[in-house]
């Protein structure tokens, strides 16, 4: 075979093809889905969606004056402190090797040096929750290292896209919700916006600190959190689905039923914020109004007769009354 021909015999296919699956298509039927529903009284809110991380709004490492030996830890993580409580007891190099050197002179000879050679506190400067508390006694530190470290209180630091970032307020209100607990809300206000910018995969976003009104005691510094802003918030507003409003150039309308006719009549609403869900209807429709839904459902042919592509191999058919080969 020519490679003409060749080509010719696969242009034929392909136009095949798609005349068969054109008529398939042809084929298919639809029906409309009506659905009747009335505004419902309820409440909206327009909000702004964000992810965010939760962290101590002042990490406090509290770390040893001089180089040393831990003797003990008086805290466990979790655990409130107030300003001024001894958090551990440590020694200093020297104390640490006079002591290891009387213990082998005998109980009264250690006793008379830990009398003498008093251990260093180390206090806490702030009120605050205890978060890090690693450190075993008899662990050796220096003055870079943090013995225990604590947290006045614990945020959500949220990331804020530069395009909403206007519509957030100090003050505030939001509602957070922990990715490892989804079914619990927290109520949240913006304790801080900062005004600097950051860029995060080709993104500027702005950071913003939310305090929540009571943190739970499953707050744990990194967990991920989503976050919503309240930009506006309506009870008892008249709402109706997002996909019972029509729109037709600049006008918003809905589909009502009329008493005694099938056919729908054509009523504009004047909409006020979403949800995404529904809308607030500010005009044009009551709670007594029966909103008309109509959907289109695809339906196959029931007779099973869905078209064969001419160009596809055929099976052959059987034969009544023959047997053998033919």
């Known amino acids: 075979m020519s490679k003409k021909k060749f080509f010719i015999f696969i242009l034929l296919i392909s136009i095949g093809t798609a005349v068969w699956f054109i008529k398939f298509k042809q084929k298919t039927t639809s029906e409309d889905l009506v659905k009747e529903i009335n505004p419902t009284i309820g409440s909206i809110r327009n909000a702004i969606s964000t992810t965010g991380t939760v962290l101590p709004k002042n990490r406090l490492e509290i770390k040893p004056p001089v180089n040393g030996r831990v003797e003990s830890i008086l805290v466990k993580e979790g655990e409130i402190v107030k300003t001024g409580q001894i958090l551990a007891w440590m020694s200093s190099t020297e104390r640490a090797a006079l002591l290891d050197a009387a213990r082998g002179q005998g109980e009264e000879a250690l006793k008379y040096w830990q009398d003498a050679y008093k251990p260093i506190p180390l206090l806490t400067p702030i009120d605050g929750e205890v978060i890090v508390a690693t450190t075993q006694p008899g662990q050796t530190v220096t003055t870079s290292d943090s013995v225990v470290v604590l947290s006045d209180r614990l945020i959500v630091r949220a990331q804020v896209d530069e395009t909403d970032i206007g519509k957030v307020k100090q003050g505030q209100k939001a509602v957070i919700s922990l990715d490892a607990y989804p079914d619990t809300k927290i109520n949240a206000s913006v304790d801080h916006i900062y005004y600097e910018s950051e860029t995060v995969n080709n993104v500027t976003i702005y950071k913003v600190d939310l305090v929540s009104e009571s943190a739970p005691k499953f707050f744990r510094s990194g967990m991920n959190a989503t976050v919503d802003f309240m930009v506006l918030s309506i009870e008892n507003a008249l709402l109706i689905p997002?996909?019972?409003?029509?729109?037709?150039k600049n006008e918003n309308y809905v589909l009502l039923k009329q008493a005694g006719s099938i056919n729908p009549v054509k009523r504009v609403v004047e909409l006020g914020i979403t949800d995404d869900k529904n809308y607030e209807?500010?005009?044009?429709?009551?709670?007594?109004?029966t909103i008309i839904i109509t959907t289109k459902k695809y339906v196959f042919p029931s007779n099973g007769n869905t078209g064969s592509n001419p160009f596809l191999p055929k099976m052959p058919s059987s034969r009544k009354g023959q047997s053998g080969p033919p």
């Open 281 to 289: 209807v500010i005009s044009g429709v009551t709670a007594n109004d």
């Open 242 to 248: 997002v996909v019972a409003v029509h729109k037709d």
